[in-house]
């Protein structure tokens, strides 16, 4: 691939340069985002294509080529940099997170790595939200900081309208009781039982004994567990760890789930069983789910699909505008 | 987290490798068995030579003796047994006279001859300490010691009367006799001063054997010293010194004997030395907190070193469970409850550690007891200018204080604390990301 990308702070405006031919792109057009990841050779490919096609390489209107393509005009104005003070002036009932120009940089020993350039995404209560991404988009980072396990280096996230970054160690840790957390390698407890397991976040809320044990019963059997209930970990099946992992995040009865990868490590009929039990949570029970992937497939259960490249979201549509 | 649910915690983990943390808290164990052990043999053996010591030694008598105490000039001086001994200064037998004189406070005092004599009747003989005192006098003066279990203690004896204690007598109590009232045995001295030296000679007649009193006879009569009329000590040994003069006192006040102590100094010119009772059991019990605070301190060291192994093993746990730790904060653990559970893991290492240390070392202390008490009656007749120290025979009674216990108990605890501190606070520091990454 010769082409490369640059794409500026704004994410309205990104300009491709392939081979000579420089090529801006404004933000009125959402299929660009779109186009972006594993499609943007495609589109580039095809770009240069058009480009060929006239007598001079800058002739083209910015407008011109997307528009050729078969992308469908723009329905949902971007949630952009300029539009977020817009966005926290707004009443913040029912939204659950709030985050408006996020940053994160890393220190990968010396070397400053930024996982998150400015992302600017809201989450409503009910909601089911896909983050979709290529490894290294930084939809992970985006995770921890959602979930509270980390603080952003710049912008500000508001979770439950809380603003992540003020808070202490000992509140973060508060919040992450109101957050269901559930990873891709499960990470349950070997030594516990599922009941313990699941016991463990309501013990660490300070739950009694008698409420946790009714209470974790009652978890495991909403995920089809009744019978596995004193089973350790290495005595169950990846998916049935992860339906533990699932009843775990659900013990406190969290403000939203956040699942990172929940399926990455199962095989893909058990994979389906999960999503079928996360969709179920979201429909019937109304739990607010934010998950991570990086499989298509998966994040079309979700109601709306957010993209991730390089540390900024690249489109944010509802399910179904996306083809 | 309620505190029952962090150490339900602490110990789940612990169960997990039930191996290192027994090993871990072996250690514990073997530093508090050793401290509990030597703390509790040594209390119990300064219990011993105490009440030994209370027997022989009545607390309203003063022991006068030639020679200025070590420990303090005049006053309740302590040690006329550590009388430097270069002063030419003498005790006779007649300065009872002006002791008798000093104060209202002085009941009577009686001079004693003491020598180290050779007692033998055709069959068998014993190195022994004889002292000549007046038998009126010291039936007095020692009314419940000085008491005859056969025979008789003549009031006026003959210059043959000879009175030996029971270890004389009967030692294995079995019937084997050594010596018995009306036998006539030899008493052999040699008088060291004479040029050359010789020995001198006259044969006793046993009129009495004592009671058994038990104790060193520190001062007072002993199971194992003989007995002769002062006035035929005088003759044989050729002397009007004394070995030392026995004051006995109206009451045993602090005030009294700190008084009449002085005053018998002053009268001497400080040429004396007077023990009290209570001075000779408060040295020997800051004798012994010495030494016990050197056993414990040696005993500590591998207390010191188990604690070394419970941060070392507490640092790799940390590494092990990085990722349970990443995933406990992940769910709302605070890092303070991370902070505990390392810390109530120590603490049951710490209590389990104690509790058992304190029940080997007990054990221990016993079994060394019994070795001690296994001694022969004459393994260490003595030849003590004052006393005779018997050192076999030591009926050691091992003595568990509720101050060793509680300070066992939290010595254990405590090092298991101090020592789980830092790898607790670095498993409380882990961020939750980095821990949950960890592989």
């Known amino acids: 691939m010769s082409d490369e990308d640059e794409r500026n702070e704004e994410r309205s405006r990104i300009s491709v340069r392939i081979g000579e031919v420089q090529v801006e792109l404004e933000g009125t057009y959402d299929n660009i ?37 078969t992308v469908p005009p723009p329905t949902k104005p971007l949630t952009t940099a300029k539009t977020s003070p817009q966005l926290s002036s707004m009443p913040t009932m029912g ?9 994160k940089t890393y220190m990968l020993g010396k070397i400053p790595v930024e996982a998150l350039r400015g992302v600017n995404l809201e989450v409503e209560s009910g909601d089911f939200i896909a983050i979709l991404g290529p490894s290294g988009s930084g939809k992970s980072t985006m995770l921890n900081l959602v979930g509270a396990l980390d603080k952003p280096t710049a912008g500000t996230l508001l979770i439950d309208g809380v603003d992540v970054s003020k808070l202490s160690d000992n509140q973060l840790s508060d919040l992450r009781r109101r957050v269901g957390f559930v990873f891709q390698f499960f990470n349950l407890i070997p030594r516990l039982t599922a009941r313990d397991n699941v016991e463990l976040s309501l013990s660490i809320a300070g739950i009694g004994k008698a409420e946790r044990k009714k209470r974790a019963e009652e978890l495991l059997e909403t995920v ?18 992860q339906r533990v992992a699932i009843a775990r995040a659900l013990a406190n009865n969290p403000r939203f789930l956040l699942l990172d990868e929940p399926t990455g490590n199962i095989d893909s009929r058990t994979a389906r069983e999960i999503m079928k039990l996360v969709k179920r949570l979201n429909e019937e029970q109304g739990v607010t789910i934010i998950m991570v992937t990086h499989d298509q497939h998966l994040a079309r259960e979700a109601k709306r699909i957010v993209q991730m490249f390089d540390g900024v979201i690249t489109s944010d549509v509802a399910n179904g505008e996306l083809t | 987290m ?3 649910d962090v150490f339900g915690y602490s110990f789940s983990a612990i169960k997990l490798r039930k191996l290192r943390a027994g090993l871990t808290t072996l250690g514990v164990v073997i530093g508090i068995a050793a401290i509990v052990a030597l703390l509790s043999i040594t209390t119990g053996l300064q219990n011993t030579i105490t009440s030994q010591l209370e027997t022989g030694l009545a607390t309203d008598t003063l022991i006068v003796s030639p020679g200025r105490s070590f420990f303090s000039e005049g006053g309740a001086g302590i040690g006329g047994g550590f009388g430097d001994g270069t002063s030419d200064f003498k005790l ?25 004599i050779y007692i033998q009747t055709p069959e068998r003989g014993f190195l022994i300490n004889v002292i000549g005192v007046d038998f009126a006098e010291y039936t007095n003066l020692y009314s419940s010691t000085f008491v005859a279990e056969s025979g008789a203690i003549n009031v006026n004896p003959e210059n043959s009367d000879v009175v030996i204690g029971k270890t004389l007598h009967d030692p294995w109590e079995n019937g084997t006799l050594l010596f018995n009232v009306n036998d006539a ?32 006879g520190f001062g007072g009569p002993s199971d194992m010293g003989g007995y002769i009329p002062i006035s035929q000590a005088q003759s044989f040994f050729d002397t009007n010194e004394c070995s030392q003069i026995v004051v006995k006192l109206a009451n045993s006040d602090q005030a009294t004997i700190d008084n009449v102590s002085e005053l018998i100094s002053d009268a001497f010119n400080g040429e004396v030395s007077v023990i009290s009772s209570t001075a000779v059991l408060n040295l020997l019990s800051s004798v012994f907190s010495v030494i016990q605070l050197f056993l414990a301190g040696i005993a500590a060291i591998s207390l010191l070193v188990a604690g070394i192994g419970i941060m070392n093993i507490m640092i790799v746990s940390l590494i092990e469970r990085t990722r349970e730790i990443g995933i ?10 991370v902070l505990m559970i390392f810390l109530g893991e120590s603490v049951i290492i710490g209590l389990i550690g104690a509790v ?14 019994i070795i001690f008490s296994g001694g022969g009656p004459f393994a260490g007749i003595g030849g003590g200018q004052t006393s005779g120290v018997g050192g076999g025979g030591l009926d050691i009674i091992p003595v568990l204080t509720p101050t060793v216990l509680i300070g066992a108990l939290g010595f254990g605890i405590g090092v298991s604390v101090i020592f789980a501190l830092y790898p607790a606070w670095r498993a409380s520091k882990l961020k939750p990301v980095e821990a949950l990454r960890y592989e």
């Open chain 1, 33 to 69: 985002k779109k186009l972006m990841d594993k499609e943007l050779f495609d589109f580039a490919k095809g770009l240069q294509e058009t480009t060929e096609q006239l007598p001079s390489s800058t002739g083209i209107t910015p407008e011109a080529a997307p528009k050729e393509k």
């Open chain 1, 95 to 103: 939204k659950i997170v709030e985050a408006a120009n996020l940053k």
């Open chain 1, 224 to 241: 089809g567990l009744k019978e596995r209930i004193n089973h350790k970990p290495a005595e169950l099946s990846g998916g049935q760890q």
């Open chain 2, 2 to 4: 309620r505190t029952r």
């Open chain 2, 92 to 116: 006779f037998i007649n300065d009872t006279e002006t002791i008798n004189a000093l104060s209202p406070d002085i009941e009577m005092s009686v001079a004693r001859i003491q020598r180290t």
């Open chain 2, 185 to 216: 045995v030899e008493i052999i001295w040699t008088n060291a001063t004479a040029r050359p030296p010789k020995n001198e000679s006259y044969t006793g007649q046993i009129t009495a054997v004592l009671g058994e009193i038990g104790g060193f």
């Open chain 2, 328 to 337: 406990l904060k992940a769910l709302g653990m605070k890092s303070r409850t």
């Open chain 2, 356 to 369: 058992l240390g304190i029940g080997s070392g007990w054990v221990l202390a016993n079994i060394v007891a």
